[in-house]
């Protein structure tokens, strides 16, 4: 399963040993590119933008967790040691500051080195459009992995970036003091479900899917009888 898209390139790039799916897109014209969930690995992140001459303009978050944005620091660190500009850093929703601001202590926790905590130029709002490279993605909140976690949808090339919200036969972990399951679940039935089967999904660790595959047949998502 591809996401395509006329004139754009995708590629999903393993981080960190949570292996979470760091997604660059890129104009292949152009070459210029954005990036959702900088977890680490910011040196392999570097090398992949440096070998295709790419120009990071934007790093979008879909929310704080460690594994989702640990490496935007270093990213930023090492673009600007290039002599390239800082990209913009977007994102999530307000509600997930105190993730972003506690990403060391995260790390401590699981016995990771490498990941700092992460700053933002602005924190989006559900239902704005982020454009760029000539994408417009709609931000939906759906909160209940973490409280301002967003999905970005893009409805014209039929594809979402739903970090941790959603996976293939699976739902995010909901077991954190701040977690919420019913209220998880309620957000995908209600927000991204209606959007249309055809939509495919880019999680944040494991491979693609589509919602309809997922209404059908995810257990999370079926009707208690």
């Known amino acids: 399963m591809q996401v395509s898209y006329p004139g754009m390139q995708l590629r999903i790039v393993p981080v960190t040993p949570f292996r979470q799916n760091c997604s ?3 104009n292949a014209d152009t070459g210029r590119c954005l990036m959702v969930d900088v977890g680490g690995d910011a040196d392999m992140l570097l090398d ?3 070998r295709k001459s790419l120009a990071l303009e934007a790093i979008l978050l879909t929310h704080g967790h460690l594994d989702h944005a ?3 620091a270093a990213l930023c660190r090492g673009l600007e040691a290039q002599g390239k500009p800082r990209p913009a850093v977007i994102g999530p929703d307000e509600r997930d500051g105190f993730l972003l601001s506690s990403i060391t202590d995260q790390a401590r926790h699981f016995g990771l080195s490498g990941l700092e905590n992460a700053s933002v130029d602005r924190f989006v709002r559900d239902g704005e459009v982020l454009d760029y ?3 417009q993605l709609r931000v939906v909140h759906v909160p209940g992995h973490t409280p301002g976690h967003v999905v970005l949808v893009d409805e014209q090339a039929r594809f979402a970036f739903v970090g941790d919200v959603l996976f293939r036969g699976s739902i ?5 003091a701040y977690g919420n399951g019913p209220q998880l679940v309620q957000g995908i039935r209600e927000k991204l479900l209606p959007l249309g089967d055809d939509i495919v999904i880019v999680p944040g660790h494991g ?4 919602l309809g595959a ?3 047949a995810n257990p999370f998502l079926q009707d208690e009888s």
């Open 24 to 26: 660059i897109l890129w």
């Open 133 to 135: 490279l000539g994408c």
């Open 70 to 72: 640990g490496g935007v």
């Open 172 to 176: 995010g972990r909901t077991d954190f």
């Open 48 to 50: 992949f933008l440096q």
């Open 214 to 216: 997922e209404r059908t």
């Open 207 to 210: 491979g693609l899917s589509t």
